[in-house]
């Protein structure tokens, strides 16, 4: 007879192939029985039914099922929290009941209590136990193989650096955000959709929250927001293309690129002027 393959710390889906008065037992594939408690049973369950559920190791260090999802699975970066440090490490909170340890050798930065972290959750080689790493580069895939420029892609906010904040790419590969590219909503452990802005000879990934290059009813939409805006204002605003980044965000989300290159079209269509602080309407 057999098995389809039980993998632990992700979901699998198990048959019932004996009750008991404590749970039932799933079919553990090339482990032994897989105990689901009772309080996970439904109350129709019966042997021969086939269960969604969870299998990781109970604090015995013995395989267990449960029907509670938990935040992450083994192989997967997630942005959890700190619910208690000893002198083993740091047990993150991962909607389990057992909690998820970080060991000290596993963290890049030392864990503090009711801090977040992200995280990377894996099986260790030796107790079989899953654990999880704040060493992130261990586990990620150095050759981007399957990604190309201006694709939009999954990022998970890692850490911030000087030039901006480090994402996961798709749960697998990391790249940059430059901090012109991000506004103020973007921290670490943001989940966001972003696009490739370019794979660099060296290796890295240059990232951006738009998709690269510029169509032109995206320029025509942002010359009708400055439009608008100007006649609200008298024909005159206090903003240019040597205005703040951030100010040009707030006012017209979008980025200081985008904004000039705007501005640059109704320059061209003669209907704004330039000054040193602003620009103005030509009729006014």
């Not at 979901?11 to 009750?19: A, P, S």
């Not at 998970?156 to 790419?169: C, E, N, P, R």
Request: hydrophobic share 40%; proline share 4%; net charge neutral.
């Amino acid at each position: 007879m057999s098995h389809t393959a039980v993998k632990v710390g992700q979901h699998n889906r198990l048959k019932v192939v004996d009750r008991a008065g404590f749970g039932v037992f799933l079919d553990g594939g090339q482990f032994d029985e897989i105990l689901l408690p009772k309080r996970f049973v439904p109350e129709d369950c019966k042997v021969g039914d086939e269960l969604d559920v969870f299998v990781y190791l109970d604090s015995d260090d013995c395989l267990i099922a449960t029907t509670e999802k938990p935040l992450a699975e083994v192989g997967e970066f997630a942005f959890l929290k700190v619910k208690e440090v000893n002198k083993v490490g740091a047990f993150l909170d991962w909607n389990l009941g057992k909690d998820l340890l970080v060991p000290f050798r596993e963290q890049r930065v030392k864990m503090l209590p009711n801090m977040s972290y992200v995280v990377y959750l894996h099986q260790d080689d030796t107790s079989r136990r899953i654990i999880a790493s704040s060493r992130l580069h261990r586990f990620i895939d150095q050759k981007p193989e399957d990604l190309k420029d201006g694709q939009e892609v999954s990022l998970l906010v890692s850490d911030k650096t000087d030039l901006g904040f480090m994402a996961i790419i798709n749960g697998q590969y990391q790249g940059l955000l430059f901090n012109q590219e991000i506004g103020s909503n973007v921290r670490t452990g943001t989940r966001l959709n972003g696009f490739i802005k370019r794979l660099r000879p060296d290796g890295k990934i240059d990232l951006c929250l738009r998709k690269p290059g510029f169509d032109q009813s995206e320029i025509d939409t942002i010359c009708d927001r400055i439009m608008a805006e100007l006649e609200a204002s008298d024909g005159i605003l206090l903003m240019n293309d040597k205005s703040d980044p951030e100010q040009i965000k707030k006012v017209f989300g979008v980025s200081k690129r985008s904004f000039k290159m705007a501005i640059g079209k109704l320059y061209k269509m003669r209907k704004i002027m330039i000054f040193p602080k602003g620009i103005q309407l030509t009729e006014h």
